[in-house]
């Protein structure tokens, strides 16, 4: 496994990311034994850079990270994201999930479906005491004392309260339960945008290598800024229809400015995958 600095987080994780969204989900394909082996093997083969939000799962996917890493590990490093809610059918659905998931496993379609109903029902929330209650929930959840990456969850570029939102952030970070804090992008051109706040130390971007010719301007400025780049939904637009995973990598970690690239795993197939995919692109990059 390979890592990079984030930037001039002080955070230096592994090149390839796990993508923690669907590890603990309503619609996810597998058991909850097969995600805690696939979570056990990531660490073994060497990634240490784990990808959530408050929302995943309905909170479940932080639970599970702080159940089987507790306090984290040797240069593991625990990302989580907040400012999307699902309101009071959060809970609701929390409760029915042992019983639904074990019907949806069996049908797609259903899968599907439920996951595009649930994300129907998401709403922002970008509001200081909000947020503010959810980084003290997702430090209970990940059972940790600091989180060492926050991003605010696909803000729009116009946040109200953007300077108070902002001033949480830094005290949270002065208090020591947050090492360092972003922005998850909803696009290229926002991310442009948030790179102009110069709180922002990290940005997650959405990109492919479709995509990597119109992110190059992101890219090279925040590199000349030392922002930290993530990239996500990297298997996006049918990157995979015309090549191998290590097809759809290659372009990605080619760029020096990315530092890790997120790739979805739910069992230990995909990290296997993954890992073998991420080692090729490596070996075949000219970016160290």
């Known amino acids: ?36 082996a696939s979570l056990r093997e990531a660490r073994e083969a060497g990634i ?18 702080g159940k089987l890493f507790r306090s984290g590990g040797e240069g593991m490093i625990l ?71 926050f991003l605010l969850h696909n803000p729009p570029v116009d946040v109200p309260q953007r300077d108070a939102v902002f001033e949480l952030l830094t005290r949270f970070m002065a208090q020591g339960k947050l090492r360092q804090f972003g922005v998850s992008c909803r696009s290229l051109d926002e991310a442009q945008v948030w790179l102009g706040q110069p709180d922002v130390t990290c940005v997650q971007i959405p990109i492919d290598r479709s995509r990597i010719e119109a992110a190059i301007p992101v890219l090279e400025r925040a590199q000349a800024q030392q922002v930290g780049v ?16 290590s097809d ?8 020096a400015e990315i ?10 197939r995909h990290v296997q995958e993954n890992v073998r995919a991420m080692d090729v692109a490596m070996r075949c990059s000219h970016v160290a």
């Open 48 to 65: 240490t850079f784990f990808d959530t939000a408050d929302v995943y799962g309905q909170g479940d996917s932080e639970r599970l990270l």
């Open 79 to 149: 990302c989580t994201k907040a400012g999307l809610t699902v309101g009071s059918m959060e809970p609701v659905v929390r409760l029915a999930k042992p019983v639904v998931n074990s019907i949806l496993r069996r049908w797609r379609t259903a899968r599907v479906a439920t996951t595009q109903a649930r994300r129907r029902q998401e709403r922002q929330c970008f509001e200081p005491d909000y947020l503010s209650g959810r980084i003290e929930g997702s430090l209970r959840r990940l059972n940790v004392d600091r989180i060492d990456l």
């Open 230 to 245: 993530i990239a996500r939904e990297v298997f996006a637009h049918d990157v995979l229809a015309k090549g191998s995973v």
């Open 248 to 255: 759809a990598l290659g372009p990605l970690v080619e760029r």
């Open 1 to 36: 496994m390979q890592y990079r600095k984030l930037g001039n987080t002080g955070l230096t994780p592994s090149v390839l990311g796990f993508g923690c969204s669907m590890i603990a989900s309503l619609a996810t394909r597998y058991s909850r034994t097969e995600v805690e």
């Open 259 to 268: 530092g890790v690239v997120l790739a979805g795993m739910s069992c230990r």
